[in-house]
């Protein structure tokens, strides 16, 4: 039986014991950000639940040995069941700023300049998530040159609507949802500002996204009608900016991060895209656009640096194939670096949803 009085510990000594376990990331104890939860005891076998702030946490081989380990110090205790599963925060509200129905945290991918492959990294990062565990959507948000259809490879869905909803296709545990599903493909969009507005806040509200854990939203480059429509209509959880390491791109790159700071959305950090090229086999590594400009940059601005990507003839395949080098070749160097991306991004959402205020 749990809970009897011969049980020689007891579930507030193992609270108390999993409270002196501190999440390296939100810098507080688990028990006070309600991690812990089902303790129960059973002669020398404790057992509880650890809930994480997302099924892509980077830290959690860490948090769960350190619980192991703070618990099995404990007299008496021979046993540990530990069950782990995860739970994604919402994102904070802000005064003016709508969220989406069952979309927990929407993060942005921009970048200042075009060329960077901003596109390539808003794909890979949401299968990179969706393969991690988390309920995934993209939304296309570059109304005049859609492309996230044709690397999802779901570019010949025809659009279906349900109860007046958009319902939005869905491959590699990602839904989609794009302004190329409703144009024919040599067919221009030539819009105004107020046009894009009403697509963006369209494909926001009007699409049935259920319940999404992230919703990654490829921005147009530069920081135009777009950006300022989706900062309107929605309260984003962050933005990544993705450069490459030349200097040009970063400059470009400060500019998207003045931009979010103007529009109060926090900057989760730089992804360094192109960041060298290393050939099949070799160790050794070429830097044929320069290195490390992103990382620096963002020392420079006090923000995180989510990772660098290498370049490889496999990503430029994947992306006009429809099938992203995460889901095609995941031993590979370019889908190790993205993986490790997604639980950088994934923490900082965490970090920004979860930190005291203050």
Known sequence: MFGTKKDKVT?????????????????????????ISDIKIDGTKVHFKLTLTTPACPVKEKIEQDCRDAVGALPGVETIDLVSDANVANTRKVAG?????????????TSGKGGVGKTTCSVNLAVAL?????????LDADITGPNVPLMMGVDDYQPTAR???????????????????????DTPVIWRGPMLDKAIRQFLRDVEWGELDYLIVDMPPGTGDAQLSM??????????????????????GRKGMAMFKQMQVPVLGFIENMSYFQPPGSSERFEIFGHG??????????VPFLGEVPIDTAVRIGGDNGNPIVAADPDCAVSRAFMEIAKNVAAQVSIHALAPVG
């Open 97 to 109: 700023r709508e969220p989406i129905e069952g979309v927990r945290q929407i993060v942005a991918v």
């Open 130 to 138: 969706s393969k991690l565990g988390a309920k995934v959507g993209i």
């Open 293 to 302: 400009g992103g990382r620096k940059l963002a020392e420079e601005e006090g």
């Open 11 to 35: 579930a507030d000594q193992v609270k108390t014991a999993l409270s002196q376990v501190m999440d390296p990331d939100l810098h507080q104890d688990i028990v006070s950000l309600g991690m």
């Open 231 to 252: 900062v309107q209509a929605t309260q984003l959880s962050g933005g990544v900016i993705v450069t490459t390491p030349q200097d040009v791109a970063i400059l470009d």
């Open 163 to 185: 109860d007046n909803r958009i319902i939005p296709p869905e491959n590699f545990g990602v839904k989609c949802i794009s302004m190329a599903f409703f144009v024919s493909r």
